[in-house]
């Protein structure tokens, strides 16, 4: 009997031959990482516990993004603790506001993961680094804090469901459609407690920063892990990372074998999904995006963990450039990096889109929690790229989010209602 | 951990009033983002499940069981999720089923949970619940039914008898040095 990717990773992690699906292992971990939101409780409990060493000072990231620039006195204070224990523990990976980014978009650019890692992350969102081609996953503080301590982490081995997407995709449709497509076809907790192995000719067919979209996502259909193969764009985003980063230098390449054992094997025609929207407030409760168009809007976002790197960007900045955003509607964009914006300025993106009429953020999570940077009153409605529209997200319980790509997103904010590029009339897909 | 805040540990009965949700309760309604700016447990529990049932911190009273369906705690991992549900005064939350995040956030904070479909389908809010961890039972007093839970995997049965996560790995690390 074979092996899946996510077992062969936890083999190696625990330092065995072969793992299997329900067994529950001590993996080292590669990299360890929380934000202002759960380190400053992981931070306590640390302490509480009476450790006074970290395992890896380099090991460690502290991303403070979720309420920076610091949205009021109390957030300011949780992200003075962080900011204090790095300094205390000389954490290599802590980033300032002004070098800050939205943690899953910053550590991979950064070059701070590598293929074959085990990386936890006190942020569900943690499952982001499957784009490339390494098991990650979200956690609590507590796990944060015992693995800052131990440098392992307990892990029970999950079993793997295969998703096998085939077909050209249709115009405008991006792998966060693919995702959306796919936790509306097997709900909230259909990948529950389980790997999401994304393969097939459409996902290899993907950039690198929508494959890390679709991982981004797992969670969202309760998952504890997403991941791509290893490929050559994997190998070609990696050998960009900063020269001396561990993605550079480090990482072993894992693959599924043929006779591995898959929980499921979910077959989808990637030709057939059309541009998908979430409806208020599951993200399983999926409709193509022209089916809504009566659907009228207050606000857009554009950006986050999910969809706040280049790629995402561009696509917006291609259906805005040269229009103007509709009058009723305000365009938030979120870039996920201070490298996103340098990038974004230099290729003319940030000009189409604040020529459009958006305005554009510094790198934070922001509305995408109901932070702070875009919240939203009663009664109103956003199209947003981010990945919840859970009751009371992005503000009051009364009002509502509808989740989608960028190029939705872009052409719902000149309709002022959810709208699909075709729908108003943009040309082919850039 | 204390053994009031062990779970699992021996001898555990408890017994209260139900507060009854659905399934797929996500952890932005037990403690809704714009309220992380603190991990302070009691201003986290003054806003236990405000967004969608406002009462709720009105309501509960110490010792009281939250009841709900399947997929319990999706969404973020914000730990300040059990840490809510536990500082509002609930003694045990009862569930068809938990999602992963918070199903792992809930033994590290020693919140009690458990997992019985059977029970969480049938209690409604009002209904007095005894849940017995050590017989591994969940009695619906008002209805006069009994149903059997899921124990917990060995491995995570020792983390709870050894008082939670931190408590263990720090006796790791101490054998580690002494060996």
């Given at each position: 009997m074979g092996s899946t990717i996510t077992e062969k990773i936890l083999a190696r992690a625990a330092g065995r031959d072969v793992v299997q699906a329900g067994e529950i292992i001590e993996a080292q971990v590669d990299l360890a990482l929380a934000n202002d939101i759960t380190a400053p409780l992981a931070i306590a409990e640390f302490e509480k516990a009476?450790?006074?060493?970290?395992?890896?000072?380099?090991?460690?990231?502290?991303?403070?993004?979720?309420?920076?620039?610091?949205?009021?006195?109390?957030?300011?204070?949780?992200?003075?603790?962080?900011?204090?224990?790095?300094?205390?523990?000389?954490?290599?990976?802590y980033f300032e506001v002004g070098r800050v980014g939205i943690e899953h978009v910053l550590l991979p650019d950064l070059g701070l993961v590598a293929p074959g890692d085990v990386v936890i992350g006190a942020d569900s969102h943690t499952c982001t680094y499957g784009g490339v081609a390494a098991f990650s996953t979200g956690m609590g503080s507590t796990d944060f804090a015992a693995a800052m301590a131990w440098g392992h982490v307990w892990l029970h081995v999950p079993q793997s469901i295969k998703f096998v997407y085939s077909g050209r995709l249709q115009p405008w449709v991006t792998g966060k459609d693919l995702i959306l497509h796919t936790i509306g076809l097997i709900g909230v907790d259909g990948a529950l407690y389980q790997a999401m192995e994304f393969t097939g000719d459409a996902v290899e067919g993907l950039s690198m920063d929508e494959r890390f979209t679709m991982c981004n996502m797992a969670i969202e259909a309760g998952g504890k892990s997403g991941i791509v193969g290893f490929d050559e764009k994997t190998a070609r985003y990696l050998s960009a990372r900063p020269e001396g980063s561990r993605a550079r230098l480090d990482g072993q390449v894992f693959k599924s074998d043929p006779d591995a054992e898959y929980a499921r094997v979910i077959e989808i025609d990637a030709a057939a999904v059309p541009p998908t929207v979430s409806k208020p407030h599951l993200p399983s409760n999926t409709a193509a995006a022209a089916d809504l168009a009566d659907i009228k809007i207050d606000q857009v976002v554009i950006g986050s963990c999910t969809n706040g790197r280049l790629a995402d960007l561009r696509q917006a900045a291609s259906i805005l450039r040269g229009k103007k955003v509709h009058p009723d509607v305000r365009v938030i964009i979120l870039p996920g990096t201070q490298q996103v914006c340098l990038d974004a300025a230099a290729d003319g993106t940030m000009q189409a889109l604040i020529e459009a009429g958006c305005a554009f953020s510094t790198p934070t999570c922001g509305p995408c929690l109901g932070g702070h940077m875009g919240i939203l009153a009663e009664g109103e409605r956003a199209v947003s790229t981010t990945n919840r529209n859970f009751v009371g997200r992005m503000g009051h319980t009364g009002s509502e989010v509808y989740l989608a790509s960028p190029y939705v997103a872009a052409a719902s904010a000149l309709a002022g209602h959810i709208a699909t590029p075709e729908m108003i009339g943009a040309g082919g897909r850039s | 951990m204390t053994a009031e805040t062990t779970q699992g540990?021996?001898?555990?009965?408890?017994?209260?009033?139900?507060?009854?949700?659905?399934?797929?309760?996500?952890?932005?309604?037990?403690?809704?983002?714009?309220?992380?700016?603190?991990?302070?447990?009691?201003?986290?529990?003054?806003?236990?499940?405000?967004?969608?049932?406002?009462?709720?911190?009105?309501?509960?009273?110490?010792?009281?069981?939250?009841?709900?369906?399947?997929?319990?705690?999706?969404?973020?991992?914000?730990?300040?999720?059990?840490?809510?549900?536990?500082?509002?005064?609930?003694?045990?939350?009862?569930?068809?089923?938990?999602?992963?995040?918070?199903?792992r956030n809930a033994i590290n904070t020693g919140l009690p949970i458990v997992v019985c479909p059977q029970a969480a389908a049938e209690a409604r809010t009002g209904d007095r619940l005894r849940v017995d961890l050590t017989a591994g039972t969940v009695e619906n007093l008002t209805r006069g039914t009994t149903y059997g839970v899921e124990a917990f995997p060995p491995f995570m049965q020792e983390l709870i008898d050894r008082g939670g996560l931190l408590p263990y790995v720090k006796s790791r690390l101490a054998a580690e040095a002494a060996s």
């Amino acid at each position: 009997m074979g092996s899946t990717i996510t077992e062969k990773i936890l083999a190696r992690a625990a330092g065995r031959d072969v793992v299997q699906a329900g067994e529950i292992i001590e993996a080292q971990v590669d990299l360890a990482l929380a934000n202002d939101i759960t380190a400053p409780l992981a931070i306590a409990e640390f302490e509480k516990a009476g450790f006074t060493k970290v395992f890896d000072p380099a090991r460690i990231a502290l991303v403070p993004d979720h309420f920076t620039p610091n949205k009021d006195i109390k957030a300011a204070g949780q992200s003075k603790k962080v900011r204090e224990f790095a300094r205390r523990h000389g954490i290599v990976n802590y980033f300032e506001v002004g070098r800050v980014g939205i943690e899953h978009v910053l550590l991979p650019d950064l070059g701070l993961v590598a293929p074959g890692d085990v990386v936890i992350g006190a942020d569900s969102h943690t499952c982001t680094y499957g784009g490339v081609a390494a098991f990650s996953t979200g956690m609590g503080s507590t796990d944060f804090a015992a693995a800052m301590a131990w440098g392992h982490v307990w892990l029970h081995v999950p079993q793997s469901i295969k998703f096998v997407y085939s077909g050209r995709l249709q115009p405008w449709v991006t792998g966060k459609d693919l995702i959306l497509h796919t936790i509306g076809l097997i709900g909230v907790d259909g990948a529950l407690y389980q790997a999401m192995e994304f393969t097939g000719d459409a996902v290899e067919g993907l950039s690198m920063d929508e494959r890390f979209t679709m991982c981004n996502m797992a969670i969202e259909a309760g998952g504890k892990s997403g991941i791509v193969g290893f490929d050559e764009k994997t190998a070609r985003y990696l050998s960009a990372r900063p020269e001396g980063s561990r993605a550079r230098l480090d990482g072993q390449v894992f693959k599924s074998d043929p006779d591995a054992e898959y929980a499921r094997v979910i077959e989808i025609d990637a030709a057939a999904v059309p541009p998908t929207v979430s409806k208020p407030h599951l993200p399983s409760n999926t409709a193509a995006a022209a089916d809504l168009a009566d659907i009228k809007i207050d606000q857009v976002v554009i950006g986050s963990c999910t969809n706040g790197r280049l790629a995402d960007l561009r696509q917006a900045a291609s259906i805005l450039r040269g229009k103007k955003v509709h009058p009723d509607v305000r365009v938030i964009i979120l870039p996920g990096t201070q490298q996103v914006c340098l990038d974004a300025a230099a290729d003319g993106t940030m000009q189409a889109l604040i020529e459009a009429g958006c305005a554009f953020s510094t790198p934070t999570c922001g509305p995408c929690l109901g932070g702070h940077m875009g919240i939203l009153a009663e009664g109103e409605r956003a199209v947003s790229t981010t990945n919840r529209n859970f009751v009371g997200r992005m503000g009051h319980t009364g009002s509502e989010v509808y989740l989608a790509s960028p190029y939705v997103a872009a052409a719902s904010a000149l309709a002022g209602h959810i709208a699909t590029p075709e729908m108003i009339g943009a040309g082919g897909r850039s | 951990m204390t053994a009031e805040t062990t779970q699992g540990g021996r001898g555990m009965v408890f017994e209260g009033t139900v507060h009854a949700y659905g399934r797929d309760v996500d952890t932005d309604v037990i403690i809704p983002a714009r309220h992380l700016n603190t991990n302070d447990p009691a201003e986290l529990a003054s806003h236990c499940m405000q967004d969608i049932d406002e009462e709720f911190v009105r309501r509960v009273q110490p010792g009281d069981i939250m009841v709900a369906l399947e997929n319990f705690g999706c969404g973020s991992s914000r730990e300040h999720a059990p840490v809510a549900i536990k500082h509002a005064g609930v003694s045990v939350v009862v569930a068809a089923s938990f999602a992963r995040i918070f199903y792992r956030n809930a033994i590290n904070t020693g919140l009690p949970i458990v997992v019985c479909p059977q029970a969480a389908a049938e209690a409604r809010t009002g209904d007095r619940l005894r849940v017995d961890l050590t017989a591994g039972t969940v009695e619906n007093l008002t209805r006069g039914t009994t149903y059997g839970v899921e124990a917990f995997p060995p491995f995570m049965q020792e983390l709870i008898d050894r008082g939670g996560l931190l408590p263990y790995v720090k006796s790791r690390l101490a054998a580690e040095a002494a060996s």
